[in-house]
């Protein structure tokens, strides 16, 4: 398959998306049940992380993207809307963080409808973009996205730049979809239990990863999550990265509703069916 370079404003090189996930402690309280202990950390993105990821945003005049489950946006929503009003999009990221792929269909449908609502009456908007949390999906969920009125997804890992997927069925739509990856995802490399990794390995790996974007994509996206990267070391090897993508030329930090937009708009962005699902057993046979 010939591939063509997505053509960004002002004659871009790359575009650059800096997107970040999960910002309370729903996810902890499906895990443990409650928010305490040595393992749930997710209050700390509200009482620290956030604050100083929006502070590293602005001191580099950087637009990114949130990720936000609606059960946090709910609970701390004067900081949802802090993040709106210094100039970043929110997008959704499930109702708590739920393990997505064992969903049914109806309880999927109605997580996606809470999780609406929620950014909906908190920030006077419905979200634009969605990210199933840990980018875990069903065979129902680019249709139920798609009939919710969501404009891109960025829960799959199968591409290096945007592109238009089929939502499934026998469905013709589509919806855009903005592809990610792991060693894009601060989430594989400090998470514990695991192997917790020097922040300036990272900070290195991800130059790596940016300069081959730069040079063979013109596409880059990174996913971090203020529980792990807004801690201080770690908020430093961000930083050491951000430095380095500003040294390039023709570098275009965007929103991803804005690189959706423009994604949409381009003629040579690709179109791709719905995954595979595994057929049906026939059991007549």
């Known amino acids: 398959m010939v591939f063509t370079r997505p053509t960004w404003p002002g004659n871009a090189r790359c575009a650059v998306s800096l997107s970040f996930d999960n910002f309370g402690e729903s996810f902890d309280l499906l895990r443990y049940g409650h928010?305490?202990?040595a393992s749930a950390d997710g209050v700390y993105a509200p009482r620290r992380g956030i604050e100083r990821i929006l502070d590293?945003?602005?001191r580099h005049t950087i637009p990114a993207t949130f990720f936000l489950e609606g059960w946090n946006v709910r609970k701390y929503g004067s900081l949802a809307r802090e993040i709106v009003?210094?100039?970043?999009?929110?997008?959704?990221?499930g109702w708590m963080h739920e393990r997505w792929s064992e969903l049914t269909p109806d309880v999927e449908r109605d997580l996606i409808a809470r999780a609406t609502a929620a950014h909906s009456e908190i920030l006077g908007q419905s979200p634009r973009g969605w990210r199933s949390p840990s980018g875990l999906t069903t065979v129902s969920t680019l249709t139920l996205l798609h009939d919710a009125g969501y404009q891109y997804d960025s829960s799959f890992g199968d591409e290096d730049i945007p592109y238009w997927s089929g939502i499934g069925g026998d469905r013709a739509e589509e919806i855009l979809e903005l592809p990610w990856s792991?060693?894009?995802d601060d989430a594989a490399f400090y998470a514990y239990p695991g192997t917790i990794r020097r922040p300036?390995?990272?900070a290195q790996l991800w130059m790596e990863e940016f300069d081959a974007a730069l040079a063979l994509t013109g596409s880059f996206t990174l996913v971090c999550h203020p529980r792990f990267s807004g801690r201080p070391a770690r908020l430093l090897a961000l930083e050491r990265l951000i430095e380095h993508i500003e040294q390039q030329e023709g570098i275009w930090f965007a929103r991803c509703e804005e690189i959706a937009r423009c994604a949409a708009e381009d003629a040579a962005t690709p179109h791709y069916p719905a995954p595979e699902t595994m057929?049906?057993?026939?059991?007549?046979?």
């Open 35 to 37: 928010a305490g202990g």
């Open 182 to 184: 792991w060693p894009l």
């Open 56 to 58: 590293l945003l602005e």
């Open 279 to 285: 057929p049906l057993m026939d059991e007549s046979r």
């Open 200 to 202: 300036s390995e990272i």
């Open 85 to 93: 009003a210094r100039g970043h999009e929110v997008a959704a990221h």
